[in-house]
């Protein structure tokens, strides 16, 4: 029994290291994403490159942007769930 303690604490500590240690050291840069590499690619190749089209909506802030996409994130991965859940009551019903 006390081996599984023993194990218990160490994942623990493992976990609470995992939370704190990204949040403890400091970040040099900003983050950015795909979009903006490519964007820096592009203009590297062809100087001259014009966008086909532009967006249609541009938030007004890079906070609202991660906003919908986290919304958008989250509601995909509900309709996901949602679906394996209903298919996994459907197997449960016919045994």
């Known amino acids: 029994m006390t081996g599984i303690l023993k194990n218990n604490k160490v994942l623990m500590a493992l976990v609470a290291a995992l939370v704190i240690l990204p949040l403890a050291l400091p970040i040099a840069g900003e983050f950015g994403g795909s979009d903006d590499q490519a964007e820096g690619v592009i203009s590297e190749v062809a100087p001259g490159y014009e966008p086909w089209f532009s967006s249609i909506w541009e938030p007004p802030s890079g906070e609202i942007e991660s906003l919908?996409?986290?919304?958008?994130?989250a509601l995909?991965?509900?309709?996901l769930c949602y679906y394996i859940g209903y298919r996994r009551g459907q197997a449960r019903r016919k045994d």
């Open 68 to 73: 919908l996409f986290a919304l958008q994130a």
């Open 76 to 79: 995909g991965s509900g309709v």
